[in-house]
């Protein structure tokens, strides 16, 4: 998803013709993180649920000595049980510090390959 942003918002911006070409890399990869982690971010969420729920459930389990049942069984109920008790607020946790790594990580990702690119373009078309 973040490919498919980036080329797209490099296409609008057109950052190979401008001035300071990749500060304008930096931030087209930088909406890209940011516009991808919201978009997933509820299926993140779901995720987290289900892996964490288990090392919670063992750990109750040793301490008490008893069998601790799971809270979700399923992405499906797992989403159900999210929307019934939080609404999509409870979907949308974790949004902001997930989008800011995901902006920087991005952001950073994009722009080191467009400047090695770069580079090596000069180096091999210099011939």
């Given at each position: 998803m973040v490919v498919c942003?980036?080329?797209?918002?490099?296409?609008l911006v057109k950052p190979h013709k401008r001035n300071f070409k990749f500060f304008y890399y930096f931030i087209c990869a930088s909406i890209s993180g940011i516009i991808a982690s919201v978009?997933?971010?509820?299926?993140?969420?779901?995720?987290?649920?289900?892996?964490t729920q288990s090392t919670i459930a063992g750990i109750q389990a040793d301490i008490f000595n008893e069998v601790v049942h799971v809270k979700y069984s399923s992405m499906v109920s797992t989403f159900k049980q999210i929307m019934s008790h939080e609404g999509m607020r409870?979907?949308?946790k974790g949004t902001l510090p997930r989008a800011m790594q995901a902006s920087m990580s991005s952001a950073l990702s994009w722009v080191s390959y467009e400047v090695a690119k770069h580079y090596l373009c000069l180096l091999y078309t210099s011939d």
């Open positions: 942003l980036n080329e797209n918002l490099k296409t978009l997933t971010n509820p299926l993140d969420v779901i995720k987290t649920r289900l892996q409870g979907l949308y």
